[in-house]
């Protein structure tokens, strides 16, 4: 708006300097001066007008950009800060797996040597099983920690969304069990004494 108030007394002052109004030097000296000083400061007043306004509405805009980029910035620090807790949760249930394992391997082992000392062979297993049990849950564990500092968070929303259907549908499936047989399930009521 502003600028278009610019332009139209540009064009008043235009047609001021370059009207060819019949009027006597006299009045042409007096007027055409007074008349273009006007407008020529009207003209910069609101020129100066739209340019403060312009700086202020930049200023604005830079600002509100900056805390829209801090508020992303948090969200995406939240969201990576939740991931790498679900994937130390599960190094934490693979390694307390892992204990198990080595816990029953050393029992085993126990039991063996005391059963027959000669018997090392099936030890032997145990051990190669609890190690091969380990190296497994270590490799998927670093599996899942590196597929979960690759994620995105447009992927992180379809994993949200995806466990949130999964959980709607899940709710429904059980009151569906409970409720779909609930007239024939119901006593049948008397119509004498209780």
Known sequence: MRVLRFCWWLVVVLLLTTSTVLCTEEEEKETVPEKVEEVVEDVVDTAQETVNAA?????????????????????????????Q?????????????????AQQARETQVKE?????????????????????????????????SKTKNI????????????LGVWGVSVGAGWLAQNINKEENEPVKSRGRK
């Open 113 to 145: 040597e005391n059963a027959n000392s000669s018997s090392s062979s099936a030890l032997d297993e145990v051990k190669s099983k609890a190690s091969d049990f380990w190296s497994s849950a270590k490799t998927q564990t670093k599996n899942i920690v």
């Open 55 to 83: 700086q202020e509405e930049a200023a604005r805009l830079a600002e509100a950009a900056k805390k829209e980029a801090e508020a992303q910035k948090a969200k995406l620090q939240a969201q990576q800060q939740k991931l």
């Open 85 to 101: 807790e679900e994937a130390d949760a599960q190094a934490r249930h693979a390694q307390e797996a892992a204990q198990r394992a």
């Open 152 to 163: 995105s968070s447009s992927d992180a929303k379809k994993i949200a969304a995806g466990v």
